[in-house]
């Protein structure tokens, strides 16, 4: 069953997806050489805190921590410890979340540790997030769910092959096995979200005004294919290509997406691409 929300609950999914906003603010400038992922760890507690927000990652299913750090071949569920130390030239995935009065927000993005970063790595990150920019877009009144794995898949299909260097194959791999999902009183709730069209999954449910999902595109330099780790969360590429995560909540509205983990409810980027997004609920 596909939950829709009211505008009312569309606005407590805004001030999650604020809080969420600020978690990613407050560890972007933390993520430099020298810090560990746990610091990081830290800096989202004290934005949550702040907040008066709840996490929906700690305890999730038993993960240890507040939000999820991936480095450089971790593609997704990175646990933050004091070990993992970042060095110039190192890219982080940071995938955080906030419970406020029961609704959920959920976003990640890929940050760039330090200076000199090879010329694939900028361009596997810029990919991956015009990706998700593609599937915000295609969140229109009347698409199907499949419009949206479209979208992001061949935005990524059409991107010339990265040049190859240290940490590339020389291709780009959609991860196979993790996606996108519906939000709202859960953090994860149907529909699964492909970020490529699968004729075994078929058209999925029309969007409709109230429908909410986590567009999460995941891509690597090489494969589509992962493993997990030991510790049972960490997922890292198979091959040891680096990978880039970028994610945001967003809304179906009458008016155009509602980007609900974007200061800005991600006006900015989709008027770039033709795109109205809806109206602050908050003002």
């Known amino acids: 069953m596909v939950q829709i929300k009211t505008p009312e609950q569309i606005a407590k999914m805004r001030e999650a997806g604020l809080v969420v906003a600020a978690i990613h603010a407050a560890t972007r400038e933390a993520a430099v050489p020298g810090s560990t992922?746990?610091?990081?760890?830290?800096?989202?507690?004290?934005?949550i805190a702040e907040h008066g927000a709840k996490s929906n990652f700690l305890g999730y299913g038993g993960f240890p921590a507040t939000i999820c750090t991936s480095k450089n071949e971790v593609v997704v569920h990175g646990i933050p410890s004091d070990e993992v130390v970042l060095a110039d030239g190192d890219i982080i995935s940071i995938d955080a979340g906030a419970i406020v009065d029961g609704w959920h927000g959920d976003a990640a993005y890929t940050a760039f540790v330090g200076s000199g970063h090879a010329p694939e790595l900028v361009e596997l990150s810029r990919v991956t997030e015009e990706s998700m920019?593609?599937?915000?877009?295609?969140?229109?009144?009347?698409?199907?769910?499949?419009?949206?794995?479209?979208?992001?898949?061949?935005?990524?299909?059409?991107?010339?092959?990265?040049?190859?260097?240290?940490?590339?194959?020389?291709?780009?791999?959609?991860?196979?096995?993790?996606?996108?999902?519906?939000?709202?009183?859960?953090?994860?709730?149907?529909?699964?979200?492909?970020?490529?069209?699968?004729?075994?999954?078929?058209?999925?449910?029309?969007?409709?005004?109230?429908?909410?999902?986590?567009?999460?595109p995941m891509v690597s330099l090489g494969t589509p294919r992962t493993e997990v780790l030991a510790d049972d969360w960490t997922v890292v590429t198979t091959d040891g290509t680096w990978s880039s995560h970028w994610e945001h909540s967003v809304a179906v509205t009458e008016e155009g997406p509602l980007v609900l983990t974007a200061p800005d409810c991600g006006r900015a980027k989709l008027a770039e691409l033709g795109v109205v997004a809806a109206p602050d609920p908050l003002g």
């Open 133 to 216: 920019w593609a599937g915000v877009a295609a969140m229109k009144t009347g698409n199907r769910l499949v419009d949206v794995s479209k979208a992001i898949e061949s935005y990524i299909r059409r991107q010339p092959r990265p040049s190859t260097g240290e940490h590339s194959l020389g291709k780009f791999g959609i991860i196979e096995d993790y996606g996108g999902h519906g939000i709202g009183t859960e953090m994860h709730m149907d529909p699964h979200l492909l970020n490529y069209v699968s004729r075994k999954r078929g058209k999925g449910p029309k969007l409709v005004p109230g429908l909410c999902l986590a567009i999460e």
């Open 37 to 47: 992922t746990r610091d990081l760890d830290e800096v989202a507690r004290k934005v």
